[in-house]
């Protein structure tokens, strides 16, 4: 097999040739721009390499709407030493971004997406069990209540019930961990699992 030595990835003088192209189609009217979204989840799991390059393809004129998301306070900088940092991004990219403050949902924020995901999934249930999965969720996460829905209401078929009770959802509540109470019983009872 003959292996190409060459180099296959766009240089930074193409890709400078092709924006001053496309500018000039968008000043004379031939070309209109019309931004993307570019939406990054658990942006922290970038390294140092990603966030040079982002950093970078920001600062052009037809570069997407870009939205980074991750839950993380400060931490380490991937593919760095030592680099601490809010949300694991480097201070100079944090300086060019707005950042959203998010909050906690309400009890009755969260029932409402419980009862629309219950209906989208086609998932009867009642208003004791949505009050329920609520409280779980304020307790823990939203994710863990979501989680809950699809065995609760199995076991709610297996009792002969067409929809969740409450039982059903304490019951799956015991059988299922939420990721806080499984490390806390890790931490507690260390000794009795292998190292």
């Excluded at 930074?12 to 968008?26: A, G, S, T």
């Excluded at 004379?28 to 019309?34: D, T």
Aim: with cysteine.
């Amino acid at each position: 097999a003959v292996v190409s030595t060459q180099s296959t990835g766009i240089t930074d003088k193409l890709r400078k040739e092709i924006n001053k192209v496309v500018n000039k189609y968008i000043d004379q009217g031939i070309a209109e721009l019309v931004p993307g979204v570019l939406f990054i989840d658990e942006v922290h799991m970038l390294d140092l390499e990603c966030f040079t390059y982002l950093h970078q393809a920001l600062e052009s004129t037809i570069s997407p709407i870009v939205i980074f998301a991750t839950n993380r306070g400060h931490c380490t900088i991937k593919g760095s030493d030592d680099i601490v940092s809010p949300h694991g991004m480097p201070l100079d990219l944090l300086d060019r971004i707005m950042i959203i403050r998010t909050s906690p949902y309400a009890l009755e924020e969260m029932i409402q997406i419980l009862k629309i995901r219950a209906q989208t999934e086609g998932i009867a249930i009642d208003e004791d069990s949505l009050q329920c999965l609520g409280d779980i969720g304020v307790k823990t996460t939203l994710r863990y209540a979501v989680q809950l829905l699809t065995p609760s209401y199995l076991l709610s078929k297996v009792n002969g019930r067409d929809a969740i009770h409450k039982e059903d959802v304490e019951e799956i509540r015991d059988l299922f961990h939420d990721a806080k109470t499984s490390a806390r019983v890790l931490t507690t009872d260390k000794d009795k699992y292998l190292h």
